[in-house]
């Protein structure tokens, strides 16, 4: 299925699968551009291809970029898996530009790598059902995936988020519940389940040469 913008008949969605209503299927792969639709804010051309693994459950986008006007992400990659034991794991890789990566540098201070290049990285575990207790972490390292600071150890990690975390509020500590090595009950996925992420991650081929 292909779908055209009507004002200049320009493709902006190509969608390919084999059947969607057969969990037996391979999946499906969509690509689109977003300038097509916007061409104010996402001036690039670049486009965005996601893959729906039906069997395995998996899904996995990815983009060369920036796509967007000003944008900072050379290159980025999103691969979202429900579990057997219905959780979801998410792994979010981001390839900073240089200008970017020269930016985070100077604000790591004396955990600065003086890379070209910055790896932004997110790690999650979600269990798949109201409140949807989670446990993340995420880090910034020169060149690879890392759940450090540059140099550094990240202090920050892990937080821990769930929908009734902060119900009245408004801002974005909505749904955080907290961070730190120890988890503030039994509900929330382990930290080692999210180190397996990275573990994962770290076995994928490099997009440095991407």
């Known amino acids: 299925m292909i779908i055209f913008k009507s004002s200049n008949n320009a493709k902006y969605i190509e969608l390919y699968f084999d059947d969607p209503s057969d969990p037996a299927s391979d999946g499906a792969v969509i690509t689109w551009e977003p300038a097509v639709v916007d061409p104010i804010s996402y001036t690039s051309g670049k486009k965005i291809e996601c893959y729906t693994d039906i069997p395995n459950k998996v899904k996995t986008c990815s983009w060369t970029g920036p796509i967007e006007s000003g944008g900072t992400v050379e290159l ?20 900073k530009t240089s200008s970017a990566s020269t930016t985070i540098g100077s604000s790591l201070g004396t955990c600065d790598e003086s890379g070209t290049r910055y790896f932004y990285t997110l790690l999650g575990v979600q269990k798949y059902e109201a409140p949807f207790y989670s446990t993340a972490a995420f880090g910034l390292k020169e060149d690879t995936k890392s759940k450090n600071l540059g140099s550094c150890v990240n202090i920050f990690n892990y937080g821990y988020f769930n929908i009734n975390a902060n119900p009245t509020t408004t801002d974005s500590t909505k749904y955080f519940a907290g961070s730190g090595a120890t988890a503030p009950s039994s509900d929330y996925p382990s930290t080692s389940e999210v180190d397996a992420l990275l573990t994962q991650l770290l076995l994928q081929p490099s997009m440095q040469s991407m």
Do not use: E, R, V
């Open 76 to 95: 980025g990659q999103i691969i979202a898996k429900l579990t057997s034991d219905n959780k979801l794991t998410l792994n979010l890789l981001a390839k």
